[in-house]
C-alpha cells in the first residue's frame, strides 16, 4: 500500500490521541474513589447488621419495660382496691384476708420494681450501644456521600478531557485517507498500537529493533510505501530518526 509521508507521519498524531483516550478511559473506570467507596460501603454493611441487632436488643428491652410497667399498675390498682376495702371493712376475717393479700401484692410491687431498674439499666446500656454504631453509621454515610462527590467530579474532569480528545482525533481522522486509516485501525485492534515512530531500527510501540532482513526491508522500502512492524503489525512511520 502506497501513501505519502507526511500521511503517514500523520498517523503518529492520530496514536497519540487514541494512548491518551485509552489512558484517560481507564482512569474514568479506576478512579481511586471508586475503590474507597467499596471499601467503605462495604465496612457500613458489616456496621448496619450490627445496628440491625443492637436496635433488636434495645427494643426487646423496651417491650420488657413496658410489660413490667403494666404489671406495677396493676398491682398498684389492686393495691389501692384492697386498700380502700380493708378500710371499709368490719369483718376481722375479710379483713386479715385483705391484709393478707397486700403483703403479698407489696412484695410483688418491690420484686417488680426491682425487676424494672434492672431492665431499665440494660436499656440504658443497649441505647448507648445503639447510639454509638448509629453514630458510626451516620459518620460512614457521610463518607460515602464526599467520596461520591469527589468521584463524580472527577469523571467529570476526565469526561471533558476525553470530549477534546475525541474532537482531537475527529480532526486527524479528517487529514487521514481511509484505505491508510483502515491499515491503521485493523492494526490497532490487534495490538493497541496502530501505529509508531521507527527510531533507530526499533518499533517505538513494541520495542522490538529490526536486524537482518526485516531491517533491510524497511530500509529498502520507499518513501511512500506503508510499512507494517513484523512483531506487532504497527504502521512504521520512518523519519530521519530511524537510522536508515
Known amino acids: 500500500m502506497k501513501a505519502t509521508a507526511a500521511a503517514q507521519r500523520s498517523l503518529l498524531d492520530l496514536q497519540t490521541v487514541d494512548t491518551n483516550v485509552t ?12 475503590a474507597a467507596i467499596a471499601a467503605v460501603v462495604a465496612e457500613r454493611d458489616a456496621l448496619r447488621g450490627r445496628l440491625a441487632s443492637e436496635l433488636g436488643v434495645v427494643e426487646d ?3 420488657e419495660l413496658s410489660r413490667i ?8 390498682t389492686r393495691i389501692a382496691r384492697d386498700t380502700e376495702r380493708l378500710a371499709g371493712s368490719s369483718s376481722a376475717k375479710d379483713a386479715t384476708a385483705l391484709e393478707s393479700e397486700l403483703v403479698s401484692l407489696r412484695r410483688r410491687k418491690e420484686n417488680l420494681e426491682d425487676a424494672e431498674l434492672d431492665v431499665m439499666e440494660r436499656l440504658e446500656a443497649a441505647e448507648a450501644a445503639y447510639n454509638e454504631t448509629a453514630a458510626s453509621d451516620a459518620a460512614l454515610r457521610d463518607r460515602i456521600a464526599e467520596l461520591e462527590a469527589a468521584r463524580d467530579e472527577s469523571r467529570a474532569g476526565l469526561e471533558k478531557e476525553l470530549e ?8 486527524v481522522i479528517a487529514t487521514v485517507e481511509e484505505s491508510l486509516l483502515a491499515v491503521y485501525e485493523r ?6 498500537f496502530g501505529a509508531a515512530l521507527f527510531r533507530a531500527g526499533t518499533c517505538g510501540a513494541c520495542t522490538m529493533t529490526l536486524t537482518g532482513n526485516d531491517f533491510a526491508a524497511v530500509r529498502a522500502a520507499a518513501p511512500d510505501d506503508v510499512v507494517l512492524c513484523p512483531e506487532c503489525g504497527a504502521v512504521l512511520v520512518r523519519t530521519e530518526e530511524s537510522g536508515l
Do not use: K, M, N, Y
Open 187 to 192: 492494526s490497532r485492534s490487534r495490538s493497541g
Open 69 to 76: 410497667e403494666s404489671d406495677v399498675a396493676v398491682v398498684d
Open 23 to 34: 489512558r484517560v478511559t481507564h482512569r474514568v473506570s479506576h478512579l481511586p474513589e471508586i
Open 61 to 63: 428491652a423496651r417491650t
Open 164 to 171: 477534546a480528545l475525541r474532537a482531537s482525533r475527529a480532526s
